[in-house]
Structures are given as C-alpha cells and as structure tokens.
C-alpha cells in the first residue's frame, strides 16, 4: 500500500520556522521526484518545492517565487523522508501542506493549473497556521 504521511504541521508566530516531514512508503521512493504543494481555503492549490529523482537530468530542487529564500527542501534516501524547513513564515503560508510523488518535479510546480494530473501519489496533508 502506497502512503504518504506528513507530519510536524502546527501553530507558529510570524517570522517563526516549522520543519514539515513526509514519509513515503510502498512505491520505490528514489525514482520519484517528492515534492510539496499547499491549499489554503478559499484559494488555489499552489506548488511550492520539490525534489527531483535519484539521477534525474532536471534541477535537483525547485521552489515557488512565493516561498523561495525562507524554504528548503531535502530528502533522505535510506528513510524514504522528504523534509521542509520553512522560515521566516507569514500568515500568507497559512495552509494544509500535501506531499506529493511524481515522475517529475514539473507535475507538482504546475499542480495549481492542472490539479492532480502527472501527480501519483499524494499524502493527507498537514496544517500550518502562521499568526500575525
């Protein structure tokens, strides 16, 4: 059985840091590219980093003009584990943020335009609330 789980989501002041995880479990985790996306209610899904695949040709990390400079992503192969240190949080990031497995890092960048397409797995998500 594929999962994703996320954990480390919760409540953080403005200008705080949280460190989300994911971990992955029943597909061959170094052949997908793990990312994150995130929705907030009453706005669109948004992708907002993501690891490429062991040995793939693309950029090993992407990240949205929205979160770039304050998050980092990284992944630990031998713990099938995607991390996301997120610094410097706003109440903008306010959201539940899903992990997601696909072939390609580009399937989760465009996941606000063409939803769940190119995306094979995806985890339950986790909130993140960021005060003001």
């Known amino acids: 059985e594929v999962q994703l789980v996320e954990s480390g989501g919760g409540l953080v002041h403005s200008g705080g840091s949280l460190r989300l995880s994911c971990a992955a479990s029943?597909?061959?985790?170094?052949?997908?590219?793990i990312g994150w996306f995130r929705q907030a209610p009453g706005k669109e899904r948004e992708g907002i980093s993501c690891s490429s695949a062991v040995g793939s040709s693309d950029k090993s990390e992407w990240y949205a003009d929205s979160v770039k400079g304050r998050f980092s992503i990284s992944r630990d192969n031998a713990k099938n584990t995607v991390y996301l240190q997120m610094d410097s949080l706003e109440p903008e990031d306010t959201a539940v943020y899903h992990c997601a497995a696909a072939p390609k890092c580009i399937s989760i960048a465009t996941t606000r335009y063409f939803g769940n397409y190119g995306v094979d797995y995806r985890g339950k998500g986790t909130l993140v609330t960021v005060s003001s």
């Open positions: 029943g597909f061959t985790f170094d052949e997908y590219a």
